[in-house]
């Protein structure tokens, strides 16, 4: 194998498609501020996923940071150790503190039993991210949220296009956020979004990522600058028209790694949760050492011979950040499953542009480092 696998390669539809957004651009020469593919993007985005409001962001993080300054959530909000450093970090930026609670032990998201133990009366929200794509247990969370009067935001950043029977996953809880960070299985380059329920949710998030304004006159919040230009909104158009070939082939490839890693002893997979629809965003693995006899760091150096590069999403623990490891939350007692399940976990390269021997390829390569 000459070209290297990573774990997240994008897709990248034919350039001559975005070429004829460019020359619209050209043309119209209005590049960002709420521009016609900012605002066509929207619309596209809001039927497809079937969802009334959406608001388009630069990218997740700051995506994130609005919908939690949206709600004014300040004290204590409960999270998730088990995520991209962007969720924690948002938190902080947004002037609250994160409570760190540990996951289940099926599909590695916050357990809404050890988030109803963490909440105290200074806690405003809990931050809960449906990590890889598998959705959290949204309904219990939510009755948490409403039994202690708890905002309820989901970091959705691996989450697009995922529905639970017909609902989509983003209309549970309060908020819900975005990424169309280049990895994610859609993007424009960098971006986010967030998804809201009414209009003056809607309007309140756009003036917020708009430096607050209301029109030329008026600015009644402290916002900020996180709008979407339109060169990230055309990549979006253009990306949007392979999304379902993307996912099906997505999925094709998720089924080939795990009939391939079915009969591997000590290697764990995630199943398809009953009643969802799957975006199929990444593959990760749960290396068992004590019976493959190689951890999941070693396996990823070893990966490496192979030309193959895998990622420890997530290791290091957030709670384990010098920054955060200080919080009484953040010991590894409160934290078992999560210090646990990051320490072996490998998610193994998957993207739409991969052929079926590439995965044969890689589950071979994982094969002879193991044997
Ligand atoms: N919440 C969650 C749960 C998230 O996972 C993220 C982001 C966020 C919030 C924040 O959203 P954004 O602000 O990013 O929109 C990557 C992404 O940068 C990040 O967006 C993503 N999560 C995270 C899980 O993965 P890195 O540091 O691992 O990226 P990097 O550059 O090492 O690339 C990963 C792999 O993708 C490599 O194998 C190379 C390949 N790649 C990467 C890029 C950028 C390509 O093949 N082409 C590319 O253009 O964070």
Known sequence: MTK????TEPFLPPIDEYIELL????????LTNQGPFHQQLEAELCSLLNVPYISLFSNGTLALIASLKHFEIQGEVITTPFSFVATTHAIRWAGASPVFADIDSEYFNLDPLQVEKAITDKTSAILAVHVYGNPCQVE??????????LKLIFDAAHAFAVRKKDKSILLYGDLSVLSFHATKVFTTIEGGAIVSHNKEEKEKIDQL???????EKTILLEGFNAKMNEFQAAF???????LSSLIEKRKILTELYRNG????????FLTDQPGIVHNYAYFPILINEEITGKSAAFIYEEFKKYNIFTRRYFYPLISNLPMYRHLASAHPSNLPIANYVSERILCLPLSANYTPSQIEYVIDSLKRIIS
Not at 4 to 7: A, E, K, Q, S
Not at 140 to 149: D, F, M, P, S
Not at 261 to 268: E, V
């Open 209 to 215: 990522k708009n430096f607050g304004f209301v029109n």
């Open 236 to 242: 979006g158009l253009v990306q949007l028209k392979y």
């Open 23 to 30: 020359e619209k651009i050209w043309e119209r020469k209005w």
């Open 140 to 149: 219990e969370l939510e009755r948490i949220a409403r039994k202690h009067n």
């Open 261 to 268: 890693l079915r009969d591997i002893d000590g290697i764990k």
């Open 4 to 7: 290297p696998l990573l774990v």
